[in-house]
């Protein structure tokens, strides 16, 4: 039974968000602010955290930073502020989707469905373990990657991306299918969502970084 994380000070959204969850047939956990979230996190593994952005003590952007740094789980932030620039620093920290209060509970599962199979679906057996480009090496079984020998600290986002890029080598991939690839949508409503996560992977890629192509108007693609 995938296991869920609800982080919110406001005890009716951790009520509504609950109810809905455990109709999913979903093992429910909550905490009241971002430092009980850390804290949860150390003890306990969870498949994806609802968390809110602005919590007393410790916000919701803080307590995603911490706790990827020591596990990588799915984090799905909820925030009444939906600027671009408040979505963009979000996916900066490690922000795997963000949603904008008041939203939709029957959205949120389908969002929280999106997750959870994306980060434990396995790997196809017919895939080779590592796929090599000079220095820059993805292992596929590991969900690693290193460049030129160290080991490149990327998020799970910035992974499937690269992953997704190296396997259409040579191969120009639209904003929108990059987006529905990656993130299991059509659209989150931010124009410069992929774009931005291109910047960050790139800036992990050293000597490689130029290796991701940008087409004008079109997208991006993978060429060495």
Not at 172 to 182: K, Q, T
Request: charged letters at 30%.
């Amino acid at each position: 039974m995938p296991k869920i994380l609800i982080v919110d000070d406001e005890p009716n959204i951790v009520t509504l968000i609950s109810r809905y969850a455990q109709r999913e047939g979903y093992d429910i956990v909550t905490a009241s602010d971002g430092r009980e979230a850390i804290d949860k996190c150390r003890s306990e593994d969870f498949d994806v955290i609802i968390m809110d952005v602005m919590m007393p003590d410790t916000d919701g952007f803080t307590a995603c930073k911490k706790i990827k740094e020591f596990r990588d789980i799915p984090v799905i932030m909820l925030s009444a502020r939906g600027t671009e620039f408040d979505k963009l620093f979000g996916f900066e920290v490690g922000v795997d989707d963000y949603v904008t209060k008041p939203f939709s509970p029957m959205e949120l599962m389908a969002r929280i469905r999106v997750v959870i199979s994306r980060t434990t679906a396995s790997v196809p057996v017919n895939d080779s373990r590592h796929i090599t480009y000079g220095g820059l090496d993805i292992d596929t079984f590991g969900l690693t990657v290193t460049v030129d020998g160290e080991r490149a600290d990327l998020t799970a986002k910035e992974y499937a991306l690269l992953l997704l890029l190296v396997k259409n080598k040579g191969i120009v991939l639209s904003r929108d299918r990059i987006l529905n690839e990656v993130w299991g949508y059509d659209s989150f409503g931010v124009d410069r969502t992929v774009d931005w996560q291109i910047k960050l992977l790139r800036s992990k890629l050293g000597n490689y970084r130029d290796s991701i192509k940008t087409v004008r108007g079109v997208g991006y693609k993978f060429e060495m």
